[in-house]
């Protein structure tokens, strides 16, 4: 007579941990940090098209690590609870803490009731009127939510890039310093120094200054720039150098 297969409960949720954190540690590391003029953030990715880092709302950005079609299906699903609240409410009833906890609970339940949960870690972030009020969400593959402050690191090797990142991290610096400083951390992750270019990096903000929609992508010529300042090459700008010339990095996506 065989014996029933038994695994403790505690047994299961261990094991589908496991699995989450060791799929997210396989891909490439992402930073949100707090700056002068509002958030920067910074991820490590190759692809132009398929993207780690998204708006959601006027002041709310998403950036997330791991699987790409699970996090993409959060990213849409954010920006239809934020579209609908938006719609039938005011646009001041979307909040970064609201979406923070609708992917929370999503994120819950599937880790519970799934046989495989999902291989993402997210972050929500809202910039606000002063650097007081920013907001920044982590939120993991269990549906754990953090309240961040200043900075955070996911994927990869978080723990080394959080690191390297308290080093140089300053919350009143320059968007130049700022993404000077999420580099230095990147070029962290595997334990030895490398060279991070432009076509391997995806950056946006969330500009407090900036009218009505506050998410802004920079690249092309203007990423090209503010990395030669990074690294003391010259041709530097100011925050708000060839705004009007690259009005195209301005798109958010959705």
Same mark, same amino acid.
Request: hydrophobic letters at 35%.
């Given at each position: 007579?065989?014996?029933?297969?038994?695994?403790?409960?505690?047994?299961?949720?261990?094991?589908?941990?496991?699995?989450?954190?060791?799929?997210?540690?396989?891909?490439?590391?992402?930073?949100?940090?707090?700056?002068?003029?509002?958030?920067?953030?910074?991820?490590?990715?190759?692809?132009?098209?398929?993207?780690?880092?998204?708006?959601?709302?006027?002041?709310?950005?998403?950036?997330?690590?791991?699987?790409?079609?699970?996090?993409e299906n959060l990213r849409l699903a954010g920006v239809r609870i934020a579209d609908s609240t938006g719609y039938a409410y005011d646009r001041r009833d979307v909040t970064g803490q609201a979406l923070a906890n609708a992917y929370a609970q999503h994120l819950g339940t599937v880790f519970t009731e799934?046989?495989?949960?999902?291989?993402?870690?997210? *972050? #929500?972030? !809202?910039?606000?009127?002063? @650097?007081?009020?920013?907001?920044?969400? /982590?939120? +993991?593959?269990?549906?754990? *939510? #953090?309240? !961040?402050?200043?900075?955070? @690191?996911?994927?990869?090797?978080?723990? /080394?890039? +959080?690191?390297?990142?308290?080093?140089?991290?300053?919350?009143?610096?320059?968007?130049?310093?700022?993404?000077?400083?999420?580099?230095?951390?990147?070029?962290?992750?595997?334990?030895?120094?490398?060279?991070?270019?432009?076509?391997?990096?995806?950056?946006?903000?969330?500009?407090?200054?900036?009218?009505?929609?506050?998410?802004?992508?920079?690249?092309?010529?203007?990423?090209?720039?503010?990395?030669?300042?990074?690294?003391?090459?010259?041709?530097?700008?100011?925050?708000?150098?060839?705004?009007?010339?690259?009005?195209?990095?301005?798109?958010?996506?959705?």
């Amino acid at each position: 007579m065989s014996m029933p297969f038994y695994v403790s409960p505690e047994q299961i949720m261990k094991d589908k941990a496991d699995y989450a954190r060791k799929g997210i540690a396989r891909g490439r590391s992402a930073v949100v940090l707090q700056y002068d003029g509002g958030i920067l953030f910074v991820a490590d990715n190759m692809s132009r098209t398929l993207h780690k880092i998204s708006e959601l709302y006027d002041r709310i950005a998403f950036a997330a690590v791991g699987r790409y079609n699970e996090f993409e299906n959060l990213r849409l699903a954010g920006v239809r609870i934020a579209d609908s609240t938006g719609y039938a409410y005011d646009r001041r009833d979307v909040t970064g803490q609201a979406l923070a906890n609708a992917y929370a609970q999503h994120l819950g339940t599937v880790f519970t009731e799934s046989s495989k949960p999902w291989e993402v870690e997210i *972050v #929500v972030a !809202e910039v606000g009127d002063s @650097a007081d009020t920013d907001q920044i969400y /982590r939120i +993991t593959f269990d549906g754990s *939510v #953090v309240d !961040e402050r200043d900075f955070v @690191a996911m994927g990869g090797s978080a723990e /080394r890039v +959080t690191g390297a990142l308290r080093e140089r991290y300053d919350k009143d610096a320059s968007l130049a310093d700022a993404l000077s400083a999420a580099m230095h951390a990147l070029t962290h992750e595997n334990g030895e120094q490398r060279e991070l270019e432009a076509a391997g990096l995806e950056v946006a903000v969330l500009e407090r200054a900036r009218e009505h929609r506050k998410f802004r992508r920079i690249q092309g010529p203007r990423l090209n720039r503010l990395i030669e300042q990074v690294r003391g090459g010259g041709g530097g700008e100011s925050e708000d150098g060839g705004e009007s010339a690259e009005a195209g990095d301005d798109g958010a996506q959705s």
